[in-house]
């Protein structure tokens, strides 16, 4: 009897513990699905932090996961970085350092920092394993990052799949808003509707931004790569060299350019809209009725702010962001270009302060209203006399520019090398006007001073182009007057300026030449030729974006 009550017991614990070992399996088996969701075929290298974990009150697994909180920062490109003044923000040196910044969160909550450089081929930058149909998107945006030369600080954030949102099939990354539209502009992409929704979509020939609003938890983000070439790099685990190409932001001023934001240092000017262009003008005291003449230009010209124009390539930051080729010596420069189609550009202009083409005017004893050009490309010469380190750094760049034809540099395919060889120039020029011009003013009254002057940019300067027209008259065409009606303006603005000088006139000519030559050479280093129309590389988002630090997610 005892020994068939003992096989009884063995029978029904053996059942009971098969029963058990079927629940575990069972239990196993069903996070199968989700398990899948979060593997190395749809999120990579962060497949290693996916894990099975069981829990006991529940009598279940959990699978946990983890996804990058993505964030960026510019940093000195190599061709910024032998120039400190350029280097305006102050950034933890490990940044300058390495571009990436892995921040792991342990157990004990501590978060850890870990450096790379590109060239170590970081482990979350990885794709291999992935399927094409299963592949999240953020990994593309990952990989994609290395083509750029910015800082980004990827954290580490854990999830289980328990707490996925209905809708959402795989794990999500995040971004703050200003940081994805900062990088999705610098990748060129066109923004319907300039963004003017808020619901950012759009597409370039790297790639294309989609949406899709999810009940319940809001709206998620998809990041593209098309077919192109630098598509096998983003795809692919490749070498980052074989993309060809480089996209750099090299200052938080330069960043705020690609926003219709231009800081000055003394004074912002905002473009996104004529009421934008008109009151930021207003603010930095200039004249109000040359700041409604210039939003009235905006307006009618699609974007279009003569006076403004001159006033960004005099002051604004010296290099705003860029996709450079070196292989091809090709570049774009990636900013809200259309309100700084500046008359700088213009070769007649650019001739009288490099005396080139002089002679073709005659001279002012035989046509007297030829005088102010004479007298603009004289200030120019004695300027560069007295500079021989300015001459030889400028002197080359004017010439060049000079020669390329009757059209504006701002619409012609600049070489990069000689986009580059203009920065040097635009440095030294900037240092001499603080270190030297200028040195007899304390801070205010700098400031006051380029505030003055930028009024007095604007107020002549805004009407070039119709003032023109009409002194070259009926039938002819505006360019052939435009050196002449600049002439003229100059000798107002130092009229306007030379107060600050003791009334000397020379050394308010010495600033005027100093911020035109400044000018051309500005033009010539931020090029952004159209290919297929003016808005083509255009960063057509608002300022208000550019302070955006809510949180965006990307599937």
Request: hydrophobic share 35%; charged share 25%; with cysteine.
């Amino acid at each position: 009897m005892v020994d068939a009550v003992s096989a009884t017991a063995l029978v029904v614990s053996f059942i009971a513990f098969l029963v058990a070992i079927m629940q575990v399996t069972q239990q196993y088996a069903a996070t199968a699905y989700d398990y899948r969701k979060c593997s190395k075929k749809t999120i990579g290298a962060w497949a290693k932090h996916t894990h099975r974990k069981w829990i006991w009150s529940e009598v279940r697994f959990e699978i946990t996961f983890s996804t990058p909180r993505i964030t960026l920062a510019p940093r000195p490109s190599p061709y910024t970085s032998p120039f400190p003044s350029l280097d305006e923000d102050h950034v933890e040196p490990s940044y300058q350092k390495r571009q990436y910044c892995y921040v792991h969160q342990d157990t004990s909550r501590r978060k850890d920092k870990e450096w790379y450089d590109l060239n170590a081929k970081p482990w979350f930058l990885r794709a291999t394993g992935t399927i094409p149909e299963a592949k999240c998107s953020w990994v593309s945006l990952l990989q994609a990052t290395a083509l750029s030369d910015l800082s980004f600080t990827l954290s580490s954030r854990a999830s289980s799949y328990d707490y996925v949102p209905d809708g959402i099939s795989r794990p999500l990354a995040s971004m703050d808003q200003r940081s994805f539209l900062t990088l999705m502009s610098l990748y060129r992409i066109n923004w319907r509707d300039r963004g003017s929704d808020a619901i950012f979509a759009g597409a370039s020939d790297l790639a294309e931004v989609t949406t899709r609003e999810i009940t319940n938890f809001g709206r998620t983000y998809h990041f593209n790569p098309r077919e192109t070439d630098h598509s096998e790099f983003i795809l692919n685990d490749t070498d980052p060299q074989e993309a060809g190409v480089k996209y750099y932001i090299t200052s938080e001023r330069a960043r705020a350019a690609m926003f219709n934001c231009f800081q000055l240092g003394f004074a912002t000017l905002l473009t996104h809209t004529s009421d934008e262009v008109a009151s930021s003008l207003k603010d930095a005291n200039v004249d109000d009725d040359a700041a409604e003449y210039v939003g009235g230009c905006y307006s009618a010209n699609g974007g279009w702010s003569p006076g403004l124009a001159e006033a960004v390539a005099s002051w604004g930051y010296a290099s705003m962001p860029k996709c450079i080729d070196e292989k091809n010596d090709t570049f774009k420069s990636i900013f809200s270009a259309i309100p700084t189609v500046a008359s700088f550009g213009d070769p007649p202009i650019i001739a009288m302060l490099c005396n080139d083409n002089i002679g073709d005017i005659g001279t002012p004893s035989s046509d007297p209203s030829n005088l102010p050009i004479w007298e603009i490309s004289t200030w120019a010469r004695k300027y560069f006399s007295s500079r021989p380190h300015i001459r030889d750094l400028v002197l080359p760049q004017l010439r060049w520019a000079s020669q390329l034809g009757s059209a504006n540099v701002c619409h012609l395919t600049v070489p990069w090398h000689k986009a580059l060889d203009a920065l040097p120039g635009i440095v030294a020029l900037d240092e001499e006007l603080d270190k030297h011009l200028l040195r007899h003013l304390d801070h205010d009254g700098c400031r006051q001073f380029k505030l003055d002057m930028l009024d007095a940019q604007v107020k002549y300067q805004c009407r070039i182009f119709p003032d023109a027209s009409a002194a070259a008259g009926e039938g002819r065409h505006w360019m052939e007057k435009i050196d002449l009606i600049a002439a003229q303006n100059g000798h107002k603005i130092v009229d306007d300026i030379k107060g600050y000088f003791e009334n000397s006139e020379q050394r308010a000519r010495e600033v005027l030449m100093n911020r035109w030559m400044r000018g051309v050479l500005w033009v010539i280093h931020n090029g952004n030729p159209p290919e297929k129309g003016i808005r083509e590389l255009e960063c057509s988002l608002s300022s208000r974006w550019l302070y955006d630090t809510t949180t965006i997610y990307v599937a």
